[in-house]
């Protein structure tokens, strides 16, 4: 990546979580045009690589890789015509695994199907990936409700079909998706009880010729209301290396009682430009959920980290025409699920100081073009944060800037 201008930025007082979610090109269809690559370019052990070394060198807390079930489509339905987007991604699982062993810091988050997949499988490979990195990757807990998607499964679970008027509207798909979210929810128990089927002092020494104590490895079935799954895991994991697990909950009740019920973290995703909804009714909202559910969240805290789309230029006008210059590419106005941020980086720096000042306690980016805009992101993070002090696993990182930010709002 190409160093960029210095910008002044203002002080933050605060240490947020910053994320940075990956996809191939960016978030934006037109990115990789924008860019210049080739299509296979994308799909290199090369361009990873160099992404992630970066970003491990820089303040940011950790990475997210999208799944995809099938081809991507600007279609929920079907799988659409369109031959000028990116179309294809390399699977979060590997994608992580490269990122573990090409970093030395950053925290890797991988969005896996619970919906279809089977826990056993997911709870493998998070957890030994978890335990090779010293405790640096997490789990994103995803849904799916695309009738395409079923026939990639052996054993697809049945799941109710959004119609053309829900999709617009988060209470609608939230109500008529009700049963996936329940099944997720019943998908992460499973996870975490097999991911505590290894008591502390399992493993012994070696010394007396014992490799472990087997009354220390519970094989007891977890028994959720949807699943049975017999345990023991067969990945040693220790307590203080259990995977964090990560929820995106758009504005609704039932995937905020999914977060509250079950997640570490959730990605939240308010939209006042769009309908005014802001993070402050999103905070009261994930805080009556977490009540409902009896949640304590001093002993279980729950950090909140709002998601952006961000398009940025060294000025104001430079990102607006950085946009707009993507739009003509793609021949249509870019739009997302989440609240889209245009502007300087010294203007996204003040919106996220902002919303931690609100309560949240970071943020989730997804940048519209990579090549661009993260190189815009770490130089101006490391001149307001400085080097990293970055603790040394995910979950230890996550809860103490909960305790930071708790503590200053």
């Not at 959730?266 to 959920?289: H, R, Y």
């Not at 889209?340 to 980086?345: E, K, P």
């Not at 130089?379 to 708790?406: D, H, K, N, P, W």
């Given at each position: 990546?190409?160093?960029?201008?210095?910008?002044?930025?203002?002080?933050?007082?605060?240490?947020?979580?910053?994320?940075?979610?990956?996809?191939?090109?960016?978030?934006?269809?037109?990115?990789?045009?924008?860019?210049?690559?080739?299509?296979?370019?994308?799909?290199?052990?090369?361009?990873?690589?160099?992404?992630?070394?970066?970003?491990?060198?820089?303040?940011?807390?950790?990475?997210?890789?999208?799944?995809?079930?099938?081809?991507?489509?600007?279609?929920?339905?079907?799988?659409?015509?369109?031959?000028?987007?990116?179309?294809?991604?390399?699977?979060?699982?590997?994608?992580?695994?490269?990122?573990?062993?090409?970093?030395?810091?950053?925290?890797?988050?991988?969005?896996?199907?619970?919906?279809?997949?089977?826990?056993?499988?997911?709870?493998?490979?998070?957890?030994?990936?978890?335990?090779?990195?010293?405790?640096?990757?997490?789990?994103?807990?995803?849904?799916?409700?695309?009738?395409?998607?079923?026939?990639?499964?052996?054993?697809?679970?049945?799941?109710?079909?959004?119609?053309?008027?829900?999709?617009?509207?988060?209470?609608?798909?939230?109500?008529?998706?009700?049963?996936?979210?329940?099944?997720?929810?019943?998908?992460?128990?499973?996870?975490?009880?097999?991911?505590?089927?290894?008591?502390?002092?399992?493993?012994?020494?070696?010394?007396?010729?014992?490799?472990?104590?087997?009354?220390?490895i519970s094989d007891k079935s977890i028994v959720t209301t949807t699943f049975e799954v017999a345990g023991p895991l067969?990945?040693?994991?220790?307590?203080?290396?259990?995977?964090?697990?990560?929820?995106?909950?758009?504005?609704?009740?039932?995937?905020?009682?999914?977060?509250?019920?079950?997640?570490?973290?959730?990605?939240?995703?308010?939209?006042?430009?769009?309908?005014?909804?802001?993070?402050?009714?999103?905070?009261?909202?994930?805080?009556?959920?977490?009540?409902?559910?009896?949640?304590?969240?001093?002993?279980?805290?729950?950090?909140?980290?709002?998601?952006?789309?961000?398009?940025?230029?060294?000025?104001?006008?430079?990102?607006?025409?950085?946009?707009?210059?993507?739009?003509?590419?793609?021949?249509?106005?870019?739009?997302?699920?989440?609240?889209?941020?245009?502007?300087?980086?010294?203007?996204?720096?003040?919106?996220?100081?902002?919303l931690v000042s609100a309560g949240a306690h970071g943020v989730r980016l997804r940048p519209a073009v990579n090549g661009?805009?993260?190189?815009?992101?770490?130089?101006?993070?490391?001149?307001?944060?400085?080097?990293?002090?970055?603790?040394?696993?995910?979950?230890?990182?996550?809860?103490?800037?909960?305790?930071?930010?708790?503590?200053?709002?």
């Open positions: 990546m190409n160093a960029t201008p210095s910008i002044q930025t203002p002080p933050i007082h605060r240490s947020p979580v910053i994320g940075i979610a990956l996809e191939p090109a960016g978030w934006h269809p037109a990115a990789w045009r924008l860019q210049g690559h080739a299509p296979s370019d994308l799909f290199t052990a090369h361009y990873w690589s160099e992404l992630l070394r970066d970003i491990d060198a820089s303040v940011v807390d950790f990475v997210t890789f999208e799944e995809s079930i099938g081809l991507q489509s600007s279609d929920f339905r079907r799988i659409d015509d369109k031959e000028d987007q990116v179309r294809g991604r390399l699977s979060p699982v590997a994608l992580t695994a490269l990122a573990v062993f090409g970093t030395q810091r950053l925290g890797v988050i991988a969005a896996r199907n619970l919906t279809h997949s089977e826990p056993y499988s997911i709870a493998t490979e998070i957890a030994s990936l978890n335990l090779l990195s010293g405790g640096r990757v997490g789990l994103r807990a995803q849904i799916t409700s695309r009738s395409i998607d079923r026939r990639h499964f052996v054993r697809p679970q049945p799941v109710p079909e959004l119609r053309e008027s829900d999709i617009y509207f988060p209470e609608r798909i939230g109500t008529r998706l009700e049963p996936v979210f329940s099944s997720a929810t019943a998908s992460i128990e499973i996870l975490r009880g097999l991911w505590s089927t290894w008591s502390e002092g399992a493993l012994q020494e070696g010394a007396d010729g014992r490799f472990v104590d087997i009354d220390k067969a990945v040693p994991v220790a307590e203080g290396l259990k995977p964090v697990v990560l929820a995106l909950a758009h504005h609704a009740q039932v995937p905020y009682r999914l977060a509250a019920a079950s997640a570490d973290a959730i990605l939240v995703t308010p939209t006042p430009s769009v309908n005014g909804v802001t993070i402050g009714d999103v905070l009261d909202a994930v805080n009556a959920e977490c009540v409902a559910v009896q949640r304590n969240l001093i002993d279980e805290p729950l950090v909140i980290l709002v998601d952006l789309v961000v398009f940025l230029g060294t000025t104001h006008f430079e990102a607006v025409q950085q946009k707009r210059a993507l739009d003509k590419l793609s021949g249509a106005p870019y739009s997302s699920d989440t609240d889209i941020f245009v502007g300087s980086v010294g203007e996204l720096i003040h919106r996220i100081d902002e661009w805009d993260i190189p815009l992101v770490l130089e101006q993070l490391a001149t307001v944060f400085g080097t990293s002090t970055r603790v040394r696993t995910l979950r230890e990182r996550l809860q103490t800037a909960s305790l930071e930010t708790s503590a200053t709002t």
